[in-house]
C-alpha cells in the first residue's frame, strides 16, 4: 500500500480496534476536562495502576476546579503522596486556580488560552482538548512516539525536539474526523498494551498489515532515543530523632525550603555528607550532628544505626544511612526547654501524620520504626 493508504488503514482500523476493546478506566467515564485534565497529569512518568486510586482519591477531596483552586497547597500535596514529581501537583494547583480566576471555573477549549497555563504543555494540552473538546489536536506522549516510530519507520532520534514536531504533525493528520478523542486514546492504548517498549505483541495488534517497522524487521530496533544520564549518587544521612517527657512517641521532622526539590514538604532531618566520612556507623552519624548543628542550630545526641535505604529521582539517587538520635542538652540553648526547635521543625506522633506530606522515603522510614516499636510492645520473637 502507498503512504496514503497506510495512513488510512492504520487510523481505522485502530480506531474500531480502541472502540470494541478499551479499558473501563475512571477518567474515560465522563468528557469533565478538569478531570481528564488531572488523569492526564498523574499519569505523566506513572503506571495507569498506580495512578486508579490516586484519581479517585483526589477527585473525591477536589471534585471541581474552585474546591482544587481554594484547596491548601499541603493537602493537595498530601494527596499527591507517593505520586513522585510533586511539582505536577503544584503547576496543577497553579494552573487551576488562573482557570477559577480568569475563566470562571471553565477549563478552555481554545489552544493558545490552555497552553499558557502553569505546566501545560503541548502534549497536556493535546490531550484535554481532543478527549474533553473533540478537538483535532494531537496529543504525543512516549507510547504514541514508540508507535509511530516504528509504524512509518522513523529513524530520528525521539529525544530531539524537532522529532517531536514531526510526530505532532503526523500524529494530526492521522486523526479520523469527528473521532480526535477516541483516537489519541487508541494511539496511546495500542503504546501501553500492544506496541510495548520491549517484545511488541506485533501478532495481536490490529494494525500490523500496514506496519513498516515489522515488515523490516525494525520493530526491536524502534524507536531510536538516546539514553539519558543516571541520576547522580549522594550520600546522606538520616536522623530519625525520638522524643522524650511530654514529646515520648513523637518525632521531630522539618519542612524543607519553599523554593526547589520537594519544596515545602515535610522530611526527617537529614544532610549531604562527603564521601570521606562516609563508611563508618560513627562517623556518618558525627558527620550529621554536625551538619545540623551547623545548618540548623540543632543538637543532637548520637544513636545507634537504624537502617540503610535509598531515593531516586530523575537527576540524583539519594543513598542513605538512618539513625536513631536525641535532642542534646535544651538547657545549653538561650531559652527555654522546648523553645529553641527552629521554627521550621515540629514533634509529631504517628496518628498526625496524615497531616503533613512527606516524600514516600521518610514515610517508609516512619512506617519501619513504627514496626520496629508494635514487635517490641507484642513480645515477638526475635526482638
Not at 486508579?52 to 500535596?77: K, M, Q
Not at 488560552?113 to 496529543?139: D, F, H, Q, R, W
Not at 515545602?264 to 552519624?285: C, F, I, K, Q, Y
Request: proline share 7%.
Amino acid at each position: 500500500m502507498n503512504a496514503e493508504e497506510q495512513k488510512h488503514y492504520f487510523s481505522i482500523h485502530l480506531l474500531d480496534w480502541y472502540r470494541a476493546n478499551k479499558r473501563d478506566l475512571p477518567w474515560r467515564r465522563s468528557k469533565n476536562p478538569y478531570h481528564i485534565w488531572v488523569s492526564e497529569v498523574m499519569l505523566q512518568q506513572t503506571r495507569v495502576d498506580t495512578v486508579i486510586p490516586y484519581f479517585h482519591r483526589f477527585t473525591e477531596l477536589f471534585p471541581t476546579v474552585e474546591a482544587l483552586a481554594e484547596a491548601p497547597e499541603e493537602e493537595v500535596l498530601k494527596a499527591w503522596e507517593g505520586l513522585g514529581y510533586y511539582s505536577r501537583a503544584r503547576n496543577l494547583q497553579s494552573a487551576v486556580r488562573e482557570v477559577h480566576e480568569r475563566y470562571g471555573g471553565v477549563v478552555p477549549s481554545d489552544k493558545a488560552e490552555i497552553s499558557s497555563l502553569k505546566g501545560v504543555g503541548p502534549y497536556t494540552s493535546g490531550a484535554i482538548l481532543s478527549i474533553a473538546y473533540n478537538k483535532p489536536e494531537p496529543a504525543v506522549d512516549g507510547n504514541v512516539m514508540r508507535v509511530l516510530s516504528r509504524y512509518f519507520v522513523i529513524e530520528e532520534d525521539i529525544m530531539k525536539p524537532a522529532t517531536r514536531v514531526k510526530m505532532e504533525r503526523l500524529a494530526q493528520e492521522l486523526i479520523p474526523e469527528g473521532a480526535a478523542g477516541d483516537f489519541n486514546q487508541a494511539l496511546m492504548e495500542l503504546g501501553a498494551m500492544v506496541c510495548t517498549p520491549r517484545s511488541p505483541y506485533c501478532l495481536t495488534c490490529p494494525v500490523r498489515l500496514g506496519c513498516a517497522g515489522r515488515e523490516q524487521g525494525m520493530e526491536d530496533k524502534l524507536p531510536v532515543k538516546k539514553k539519558a544520564k543516571p541520576p547522580r549518587p549522594e550520600l546522606r544521612v538520616v536522623a530519625l530523632i525520638e522524643g522524650v517527657g511530654e514529646h515520648a512517641g513523637k518525632w521531630l521532622i522539618r519542612q524543607r525550603p519553599q523554593e526547589g526539590l520537594l519544596a515545602r514538604m515535610w522530611e526527617l532531618p537529614h544532610a549531604a555528607w562527603p564521601e570521606p566520612v562516609w563508611g563508618t556507623d560513627e562517623n556518618s552519624a558525627a558527620a550529621l550532628c554536625e551538619a545540623l548543628l551547623t545548618e540548623d542550630n540543632v543538637r543532637v545526641t548520637l544513636g545507634k544505626w537504624f537502617m540503610d535505604t535509598e531515593h531516586t529521582f530523575s537527576h540524583i539517587q539519594w543513598n542513605m544511612k538512618v539513625f536513631r538520635c536525641r535532642l542534646g542538652d535544651e538547657a545549653a540553648h538561650p531559652r527555654g526547654a522546648g523553645e529553641w526547635i527552629p521554627f521550621r521543625y515540629r514533634w509529631v506522633g504517628p496518628e498526625e501524620l496524615e497531616s503533613y506530606a512527606f516524600p514516600n522515603v521518610f514515610v517508609r522510614i516512619m512506617k519501619a520504626w513504627q514496626e520496629v516499636q508494635e514487635e517490641r510492645e507484642t513480645g515477638s520473637p526475635g526482638n
